[in-house]
C-alpha cells in the first residue's frame, strides 16, 4: 500500500527521556515524525499508544502515513545544548523511506552541526543515511557521534516476512562498511533478534563493524508486563511461518548466548537491554 506523506507543526523537538533509553545514558530523545513508513511487523512504538506522543489513527494506521514536524529546524534552534546526549529516534526511524522525499534529516544535521551536543546517536535502518554522509563526517568533528545500524536477521526470507519495506541484508550490510570506512563510529545493533542463524549474523556484524555488538529480542508480556511490547502483526507472522520460539524467553536467551560466544570468540562483547544500549552513550 503506498504510503502519505503530511506535515505539521510541533510544540516540541527533543524530550526528556525516560525508561529504557533514560536507562542507558541518553538524556533527550530527538523524533522527527510521528508514525514510520517502514511499519515493520514487530514494531514496539504503536503499542505505547499516547504515551508515544501517537494519535489514535497512528496506531490504528501503522505504517500507511507519517507526519514531519515541518518547524524542526526552528525548535532545534531554541531546544539544543553542549551538554544533552541525544537519542535520535526511540519513535521512529529518521532515514525511513518517506524522509527521501521530505529531506527533514540535512535540516536538522545543520542544526545540530551549529549547536553540538556532547553526544548525538542516530539509530537506523536505512541506507538513505548515507545520502548525508558529508555532514555526519563533518558533525562527527565537534561531537560524540555515534550510528547504531539495525541489523536484525542474516536471513533474506526472514527479513521479507517481517520487515518487507526495509533493505536487504546486503545492502545494510554494504551501508555500514562504508559509514565504518568513512571514519563514522558505527555499531551493529541486533534488534529486534528475528529467525536467523546467530553465528552467521553476528559474523556478519563483526566484519563490518569495530565495536562491540548491541542485541535485543522480540519483547514478549511474559517478561515485560507493562509498557511497549512487540506488536500482534509479528506474533501472527511467527505463528504462520512456524517460527513461535523465538518469542520464548529461554530460547531467546540461549540464542542470546550463541551470539555471545562468537563475540567474545573475536574479542569483542554482546550486549543487550539498557547495558547494550549504553554503549552507545560512552
Not at 496506531?59 to 529546524?73: E, V
Not at 527521501?100 to 535540516?107: D, N
Not at 543515511?129 to 541489523?151: G, N, P, Q, Y
Not at 519495506?165 to 563514522?184: K, N, Q
Request: proline share 7%; glycine share 6%.
Amino acid at each position: 500500500m503506498p504510503f502519505q506523506i503530511f506535515e505539521a507543526e510541533s510544540k516540541s523537538i527533543l524530550s526528556k527521556t525516560t525508561g529504557f533509553i533514560a536507562q542507558a545514558g541518553f538524556s533527550h530523545s530527538l523524533t522527527p515524525a510521528r508514525n514510520c513508513t517502514f511499519g515493520c511487523t514487530y514494531c514496539y512504538v504503536p503499542t505505547m499508544g499516547i504515551y508515544g506522543g501517537l494519535k489514535p489513527e497512528d496506531w490504528r494506521r501503522w505504517g500507511q502515513f507519517t507526519t514531519f514536524k515541518s518547524n524542526a529546524p526552528e525548535l532545534l534552534r531554541r531546544q539544543l545544548g553542549p551538554d544533552q546526549v541525544i537519542y535520535c529516534s526511540p519513535l521512529v526511524d529518521p532515514y525511513q523511506p518517506a524522509e527521501e522525499q521530505i529531506e527533514a534529516m540535512p535540516r536538522i544535521l545543520d542544526e545540530v552541526l551549529a549547536r553540538p551536543p556532547k553526544t548525538f546517536v542516530i539509530q537506523t535502518r536505512g541506507p538513505l543515511i548515507l545520502r548525508d554522509l558529508a555532514k555526519l563526517v563533518e558533525l562527527s568533528r565537534s561531537t560524540h557521534l555515534r550510528v547504531s545500524f539495525s541489523l536484525t536477521t542474516n536471513r533474506e526470507d526472514v527479513r521479507k516476512i517481517f520487515e518487507p519495506h526495509c533493505s536487504t541484508i546486503a545492502c545494510r550490510i554494504e551501508t555500514m562498511r562504508r559509514l565504518r570506512d568513512a571514519g563514522i563510529d558505527t555499531f551493529a545493533t541486533l534488534a529486534p533478534l528475528l529467525p536467523c542463524n546467530p553465528e552467521k549474523l553476528a559474523g556478519m556484524a563483526l566484519e563490518v563493524t569495530e565495536r562491540n555488538i548491541i542485541g535485543d529480542a522480540l519483547h514478549v508480556r511474559a517478561v515485560k508486563p507493562r509498557g511497549a511490547t512487540t506488536r500482534e502483526t509479528a506474533i501472527t507472522v511467527s505463528e504462520r511461518h512456524g517460527v513461535s520460539d523465538w518469542l520464548d524467553p529461554a530460547f531467546q536467551k540461549s540464542i542470546a548466548a550463541r551470539i555471545d560466544r562468537t563475540c567474545t570468540s573475536a574479542g569483542r562483547q554482546f550486549g543487550t537491554g539498557p547495558e547494550g544500549f549504553r554503549w552507545l552513550t560512552q
